[in-house]
């Protein structure tokens, strides 16, 4: 009987010191060091940050075995904790501005196809059908917030836009039974957009779909099909559809583009994990990813197919079997755009996006090539 007793008090011990040194590490988390931060100031941030002395001395046993530089490891960027992000620190760089200092468009606002007199036809716009409702974000309002928070018949939805990737991607902002609201982090992987969620303060990767830190981390955002299109093509097909409004709240001189050239230059802004020079950098292409099988169509490839399918329309149609499944690619040349759908005929989320984007995110890609 005193035997067990004793058991206790040791495994209420254990737990007590445990829980101590869980403090211990959190505070720790929270601090700022840089490998450039003095050791006498960054004890004085230890001091300050708490009272507790068995904390404090436990702190100090924890940086008796640690470097300091190796604190930096859980260090912050644009006030985000790295805690064992699922990719190397070191890759996920600043963009520029801090969090939010690119704003999401939290309360969008809308008008019908023939009040968007600030379009021209050959102006690059997403297009998003889904729920009962079809609506056009043109690219011009997306350069500079990147993010939309939107509903679509209630249902919230997350419609996303790399400048530096060209990449457009739609995700369902419903998760778990709960609405998530998404922000521009000012934080970049493989120079993509890294969002982040209101709710948790997690980091998402817009190409993967994937929360790389945080509470969320590891989770994935379900895809919504969108295209990425011109104005002319979108309205021809979708006459009712509304368009996200100039009056976004914000002045912004959305008549420009803050990356002009940007588009057909062959330099990329920043570090990439891998490159391939098959291409040229902005290449656009059709990046497929199905059941873990990836393929890319670049479109100058598909710029090579047999003319002679519809001589009235610049739309062709190319067959394609990717694990195992037959589908159609649609590619319209005039309107540089694509989509891939099923033999149900079923339009399959897909993105439109740099050369480089994608072979930075998917090394080992298939890639199409049309017959010489």
Not at 105 to 122: C, G, K, N, Y
Not at 127 to 146: M, Q, R, S
Not at 209 to 215: H, K, S, V
């Amino acid at each position: 009987m005193r035997a067990l007793s004793c058991v206790k008090v040791v495994a209420a011990q254990i737990i007590a010191v445990r829980n101590l040194i869980t403090q211990a590490k959190m505070t720790l988390l929270t601090l700022e060091y840089k490998p450039s931060t003095r050791k006498r100031d960054f004890f004085m941030q230890i001091q300050r940050r708490t009272s507790n002395r068995r904390i404090l001395r436990q702190m100090l046993f924890i940086l008796l075995g640690t470097s300091l530089s190796g604190l930096a490891l859980a260090s912050s960027k644009n006030g985000f904790l790295l805690d064992a992000p699922l990719v190397h620190e070191r890759e996920i760089l600043q963009g520029g501005p801090p969090r939010d200092g690119i704003p999401s468009i939290d309360e969008p606002q809308f008008v019908d196809s023939d009040q968007a007199h600030f379009l021209h036809p050959s102006d690059r716009v997403l297009g998003v059908v889904f729920n009962g409702d079809t609506k056009a974000y043109p690219i011009k309002i997306l350069n500079f917030h990147e993010i939309v928070n939107d509903s679509f018949g209630r249902h919230p939805v997350l419609v996303s836009y790399c400048p530096l990737c060209g990449t457009g991607m739609a995700f369902d902002a419903l998760m778990n039974g709960q609405s998530y609201l998404f922000g521009v982090s000012g934080l970049l992987y493989n120079s993509d957009l890294l969002m982040y969620d209101r709710n948790s303060q997690s980091l998402w990767s817009q190409i993967e779909a994937l929360a790389i830190n945080g509470p969320m981390k590891g989770s994935r955002l379900q895809r919504i099909p969108l295209e990425h299109t011109t104005w002319q093509d979108w309205r021809s097909r979708y006459p009712a559809t509304k368009v996200l409004s100039t009056q976004t709240g914000y002045w912004r001189d959305y008549g420009t583009s803050p990356y002009p050239g940007y588009s057909t230059s062959e330099h990329v802004y920043f570090p990439v994990a891998n490159a391939d020079k098959r291409y040229h950098p902005k290449e656009l292409v059709l990046g497929v990813e199905i059941d873990g099988q990836v393929k890319a169509y670049p479109f100058t490839e598909l710029d090579k197919l047999d003319q002679g399918q519809n001589h009235a329309s610049s739309t062709q149609t190319l067959t394609d079997s990717i694990n195992g499944k037959n589908y159609s690619i649609r590619y319209d040349a005039e309107h540089r755009t694509a989509q891939l759908k099923n033999s149900a005929e079923e339009v399959i989320p897909t993105v439109i996006v740099y050369w480089f984007a994608w072979i930075a995110f998917h090394p080992k890609t298939d890639v199409f090539v049309a017959n010489p």
